[in-house]
């Protein structure tokens, strides 16, 4: 099992930025591909980034490439987020997922674990 807790989200202008931070335990996280997802009302969840087991290997959606970055720190047992350049079309709740293998997909299927998911809110 591992278990996931996001943090990080809040209110922030359009423009602005945020990183959020998801701290696994439970289970060996450095051999796992981690993933964001996010959710906003009345729309299905939706892939953001992956990044695989070693950090060396990343996906992202095409509406933040280039303004969200994924990373990781295997001895923290964290993966983050760092959201610059927020637009109020970014406002949803974020959730980290993990993989139980290594290697990055953008379907939310593919991830075994879920965080409990953090409010991100972008006013214009």
């Known amino acids: 099992q591992v278990q996931l807790v996001e943090s990080g989200g809040g209110l922030v202008q359009a423009g602005g930025s945020l990183r959020l931070s998801c701290a696994a335990s439970g289970r060996t996280f450095s051999s796992n591909a981690m993933g964001w997802f996010r959710q906003a009302p009345g729309k299905e969840r939706e892939f953001v980034a992956a990044?695989?087991?070693?950090?060396?290997?990343?996906l992202y959606a095409d509406s933040v490439k280039g303004r969200f970055t994924i990373s990781r720190d295997n001895a923290h047992d964290t993966v983050y987020l760092q959201m610059n350049s927020l637009k109020p079309e970014d406002t949803a709740v974020y959730y980290c997922a993990a993989r139980v293998v290594g290697t990055v997909v953008r379907e939310p299927v593919g991830y075994a674990y879920w965080g409990q998911g953090t409010q991100v809110t972008v006013s214009s």
């Open positions: 990044i695989n087991w070693s950090g060396r290997s990343t």
